[in-house]
């Protein structure tokens, strides 16, 4: 058993670290299943009570991380599963959303619009319009993939 899937089972964020200045960090471990990206969006809602979030701007977010997350239940493993991680990131100004996996990683397609798009194949167009700021490509450790976008929230 891991410190979030503890830390979840008592009531309270999976792991805090103001090392960061201002910031206020929450890491979230998750198994790589479509049933547990909810999990993503209620940390994000205890969070958002932290901020200064409009309802609109957590509806964008919630979008987006589900977005993000299921890019890596659904595409970073084959059957054997594997975990994905979120890390939060609360600034006085903006969140930080990072989500990450060890999974295969993945390739993207060119960025210029295409003219038969696939059924699922929006997620990144709809974070890329979500958020203020965007960054996809492997994990520092070369394994899996890393998505990191940012929202202004001031």
Request: aromatic share 4%.
């Amino acid at each position: 058993m891991d410190v979030a899937s503890d830390a979840m089972r008592a009531g309270r964020p999976a792991e805090t670290d103001d090392r960061n200045g201002d910031a206020r960090t929450v890491r979230l471990t998750i198994p790589a299943r479509p049933e547990y990206i909810t999990l993503c969006r209620l940390a994000l809602t205890g969070i958002s009570r932290l901020g200064p979030f409009s309802e609109e701007v957590l509806a964008d977010l919630k979008l987006a991380l589900t977005e993000a997350a299921s890019n890596s239940v659904r595409h970073a493993y084959d059957e054997a599963g594997g975990v994905v991680e979120i890390v939060y990131e609360l600034h006085p100004d903006r969140l930080e959303i990072e989500v990450t996996d060890e999974g295969a990683g993945f390739k993207l397609a060119d960025e210029a619009p295409s003219e038969s798009l696939s059924e699922g194949g929006l997620g990144i167009a709809i974070i890329r319009e979500i958020a203020d700021d965007l960054e996809i490509g492997p994990r520092a450790n070369g394994k899996g993939s890393r998505l990191r976008f940012v929202k202004t929230l001031t």
